[in-house]
């Protein structure tokens, strides 16, 4: 499985103030995906971080909103913008490695709080 | 459209015995289904899947899942429970082909008691 490291783990932050959360895999990965987990909530997907090209944005979720990069295929970052306490929640990254197509690996998540 | 229901919110078992979590799931064609768990303060871990093949997957931890395509089922199953299983567990599927968004239950608490 692929190792993949967050960055930060946590924060508190101040509203209206943005934040970016790094996320990197220790090999090449074919996916890798944006979620939100609000708290004591479920997953949701935010996006898809394609390589090279604008993400991919699930229903309510825009790119002003969490702008999403991925120079390459081992790093992506998520900017949280102009935060709010309704953006308290754990950010997590995700991938698929092209060895095991059908497995989709989590990182530690980011812990983030908007006061 | 995809989706996930884990009816329980919470399963409470005694250690030593047997657990059962359940999930049902909709999906057009044929699903992958996973199970990953969560504990405090730590990402999700990968525990089993199903892809194609035998209806029982083993998983990591002694969690075995059985898939059932007639009741739209995939629950979780061990037959001996241990007091650091305790954690949320979820149950996620994916689409056949295209696509390849993961779509998560709402999660079910196990406790288990000494």
């Known amino acids: 499985s692929a190792v993949i490291s967050q960055k930060p783990s946590r924060d508190i932050c101040q509203r209206g103030t943005s934040l970016t959360i790094q996320c990197q895999v220790d090999s090449q990965v074919t996916m890798m995906f944006w979620y939100r987990q609000q708290p004591g909530q479920s997953l949701t997907l935010i996006a898809t971080a394609n390589q090279g090209s604008e993400a991919t944005y699930e229903s309510g979720f825009v790119i002003d909103k969490f702008p999403i990069s991925r120079p390459n295929l081992t790093f992506s970052t998520l900017t949280v913008s102009n935060m709010s306490p309704e953006d308290s929640s754990i950010y997590l990254c995700?991938?698929?490695?092209?060895?095991?197509?059908?497995?989709?690996?989590f990182g530690p998540g980011t812990r983030l709080t908007v006061t | 459209a995809q989706s996930v229901a884990q009816p329980e919110d919470q399963v409470n078992v005694a250690e030593g015995n047997p657990l059962t979590v359940k999930c049902t799931y909709s999906v057009s064609g044929n699903p992958y289904l996973f199970w990953y768990v969560q504990y405090p303060n730590r990402g999700l871990q990968f525990l089993l899947k199903?892809?194609?093949?035998?209806?029982l997957v083993k998983g990591s931890y002694g969690f075995e899942a059985e898939f059932n395509k007639s009741q739209t089922s995939f629950h979780l199953k061990k037959p001996s429970a241990l007091v650091s299983d305790s954690a949320l567990y979820f149950c996620?599927?994916?689409?056949?082909?295209?696509?390849?968004?993961?779509?998560f239950g709402a999660g079910t608490r196990l406790a288990v008691h000494p």
């Open positions: 996620a599927v994916r689409g056949y082909g295209g696509y390849n968004k993961l779509i």
């Open positions: 199903y892809i194609t093949g035998d209806n």
């Open positions: 995700s991938v698929i490695t092209s060895g095991r197509p059908y497995e989709q690996y």
